[in-house]
């Protein structure tokens, strides 16, 4: 088995999670037991794209190799990638900055709300703070800024703790939950917008995503990545510590979110009118475990109602907040939130959206490989899932936002514009964005008469082409406007 075997079948047994953590990796059926160590460094992995590493390969058999175009407009590096949970596979490809994402319809969705925190997780071997210590205190800044962080990459699985891995032997806190105006943070987020929406997300890959990880660098470099809406501001996704990358995604024409109108067994999905029900969808990075995994979210709220709203009223965001001023806080959860549909459900434009008891519509026997199979039918912290003490995300969750299992769905059929600009316009890749001047000259060879009619029809009768005309050896084009030609930023990791 090659080492590229080996790791995709690895992470297959690692999907479920409960077994992350351990110094090797045994298969369900205990035919194989593979040392993490083989398959986690990846100086020595072949990480190669589909495109063997050359973003410009298309012009591999030229020599010498073209940078541009016939018209002086630079070449655009091409990627293609895939990412897989479960024997499911979604594919990224990137060419003409345009970024298309592409796997199963009506993947299930679960939903998540963060809680104005980031939990950061103590460095190995390096002094914490005690217990009950104020976090906000001038004589622990120097300590919480030099011994916790919210990823520590050099320590893979083992820089995640339990929740009930607090403590140290000395009394010392392994982990710390700082609200987002915590001083560490440099008064990034002082005024941020109350994080008042739940998320909707999906697992979309493995750890470190290695198959997709070239274009997904590339992607995540471009003007239009880490750009986060209304809607995901108010989930928070714009709180680096949390999510170190975000990619805004639109879905293609024919393509959907879809609410679940029926009961958590008689099940019935309607697409979402996002006119009404107004909807962003982001592929996000996130730590997940102390590794980073690709995961794909939407955001919900209506215009005509405040069910997607809500603010624990307790701790010290919530108290940041209100001396703040933010004085129009929801401070109870709509346990079943409405979505308006672009189709009546029973005689309804919109429903009360409900959630299942399953891991995923799309998984019948996750218990076969240890997976579970059950919804969590929490919020919270992942954690020993799938036990049922685990919950649905991330530890800066709150728990009583519940995940409501594949109530949503959605269509992995989405795309955006890297370079952050839309094909609509009528200015962008006209012919004069390389030389960049409103005229151009067109050099002509041979210069002469064109178009003269030569077939008897014509002739015979002594018709003539009425465009037939002299051109060159110089034409000239004036344009109304001149652009700069789409361009790209170098991946500089």
């Known amino acids: ?294 995961f794909l979210t939407a955001i919900f709220d209506n215009k005509d109602n405040r069910d997607f709203s809500y603010i624990r009223p307790d701790g010290e965001y919530y108290q940041h907040l209100k001396i703040r001023g933010e004085s129009n806080l929801k401070t109870n959860v709509t346990r079943q939130p409405r979505f308006h549909l672009e189709q009546k459900a029973n005689g309804k434009k919109s429903t009360r959206v409900t959630g299942t008891k399953l891991y995923g519509v799309h998984h019948p026997d996750r218990a076969s490989f240890q997976g579970g199979g059950a919804c969590p039918m929490r919020g919270g912290d992942w954690a020993e899932y799938p036990k049922t003490s685990g919950g649905a995300g991330w530890p800066t969750n709150y728990e009583e936002v519940t995940p409501l299992c594949d109530a949503v769905l959605i269509d992995i059929k989405l795309t955006t514009n890297l370079d952050g600009a839309t094909w609509n316009d009528p200015a962008k890749y006209l012919g004069n964005a390389g030389v960049g001047t409103k005229s151009v000259d067109y050099q002509i060879s041979p210069n002469g008469f064109y178009g003269e009619f030569v077939d008897l029809y014509h002739t015979q009768r002594g018709v003539e082409n009425p465009e037939a005309t002299i051109i060159g050896p110089i034409e000239t084009l004036n344009y109304k406007t001149v652009r700069e030609p789409v361009r790209y930023t170098p991946v500089t990791n």
Not at 254 to 281: C, L, S
């Open 1 to 294: 088995m090659n080492k590229r075997s080996i790791l995709g079948a690895a992470w297959l047994c690692c999907a479920s999670l409960n077994i992350a953590h351990a110094s090797a990796i045994t298969f369900p059926d205990g035919r194989c037991n593979i040392p993490l160590d083989a398959v986690l460094p990846m100086n020595e992995l072949n990480l190669m794209d589909l495109t063997e590493g050359d973003p410009f390969y298309y012009t591999s058999n030229l020599d010498p190799r073209p940078t541009k175009t016939h018209s002086q407009i630079p070449h655009l590096p091409v990627y293609s990638g895939y990412m897989s949970t479960n024997d499911t596979y979604r594919f990224v490809n990137i060419v003409e900055q345009v970024f298309t994402m592409i796997g199963e319809g009506k993947h299930g969705l679960w939903r998540v709300q963060d809680n104005g925190t980031v939990r950061e997780y103590r460095r190995a071997g390096a002094p914490g703070i005690p217990e009950g210590a104020d976090i906000f205190s001038a004589q622990y800044q120097r300590l919480i800024k030099s011994s916790y962080s919210h990823y520590l990459p050099e320590e893979s699985w083992t820089g995640y703790k339990y929740p009930a891995d607090r403590l140290d032997e000395n009394g010392q806190l392994k982990y710390i939950d700082l609200p987002i105006h915590h001083p560490k943070y440099q008064g990034r987020y002082q005024r941020h917008v109350p994080i008042d929406l739940p998320h909707w997300y999906c697992t979309m890959s493995a750890h470190r995503y290695p198959y997709a990880k070239k274009a997904m660098d590339f992607a995540f470099a471009q003007p239009a990545a880490n750009k986060v809406g209304p809607l995901g501001k108010r989930a928070g996704l714009d709180v680096k510590e949390n999510y170190t990358n975000v990619l805004r995604l639109s879905l293609f024409e024919d393509a959907r979110a879809w609410a679940n109108a029926g009961t958590d067994t008689d099940v019935d999905w309607y697409a979402i009118d996002t006119q009404k029900t107004q909807a962003e969808f982001y592929l996000i990075e996130r730590p997940f475990f102390n590794e980073k995994y690709l």
